[in-house]
């Protein structure tokens, strides 16, 4: 997410060779920029950009899943099976509690330390938390928050990028919620936040970026 001017500065303050180390699937800064090309032109000396292309963190359907949203190809995914991924279609404000809470027992049965349930905004997530904080305990993540702590996390998409969970329920994952390019790589870092399973909820029509005949 860094732009040109970011790189500028740090070229300036470390002249020292450098390495550089990110996953452009999660680049929402709407930036459409080539990496190379803009690296060249800070440095006179001339970049390299070496593809890593093995995939460790989630499970096989996890991370199988996580790259049809964005249309990645050719990944070495670790042969690491787990639960499907769990699509669930809601109508009503007591269904989606319903819901949450079903998978949190789940998680609990299985014995997860860490468990995400992400928005894709803040606004969105302050929604959330205003409906369940009287009916479930979990610590909301924010950009006041100084610390963060194991167990039950609710949060914004961006809060926890970097982050990583044992399992994560995606909220609202609809066509309306998720429809942009920026919205597709909003929801990839969602995804890719769980590493054993990983539950998307939706109302109204799944959004563009989810094949449902093809989840896995």
């Known amino acids: 997410d860094y732009n040109p001017l970011n790189y500028k500065i740090i070229s300036n303050m470390f002249p020292c060779i450098k390495t550089i180390l990110g996953d452009i699937g999660q680049d929402v800064s709407g930036s459409k920029s080539n990496l190379l090309n803009e690296f060249n032109k800070l440095d006179d000396r001339n970049s390299e950009v070496i593809t890593l292309n093995k995939s460790y963190r989630s499970t096989y359907e996890i991370a199988t899943f996580s ?47 860490s468990i995400g349930i992400l928005t894709k905004s ?72 769980a590493m054993h399973e990983l539950k998307i909820m939706f109302n109204g029509n799944i959004t563009k970026f989810i094949n449902l005949t093809n989840k896995n």
């Open 122 to 193: 803040i606004k969105q997530c302050n929604e959330l938390n205003n409906i369940l904080k009287d009916k479930l305990e979990y610590n909301h993540l924010t950009i006041d928050s100084t610390q963060f702590d194991e167990g039950i996390i609710l949060a914004p998409t961006f809060l926890v990028k970097g982050l990583e969970f044992d399992a994560v329920i995606v909220v609202d994952a609809d066509n309306e919620n998720f429809n942009t390019e920026i919205d597709r790589q909003a929801l990839y870092v969602a995804t890719t936040r």
């Open 67 to 113: 790259n049809n949203i964005i249309n990645r190809q050719n990944v070495e995914i670790v042969n690491r099976h787990g639960a499907p991924v769990q699509i669930v279609k809601y109508a009503t404000v007591e269904q989606k509690i319903n819901y949450i809470k079903k998978c949190l027992e789940q998680f609990k049965n299985n014995n997860y330390k």
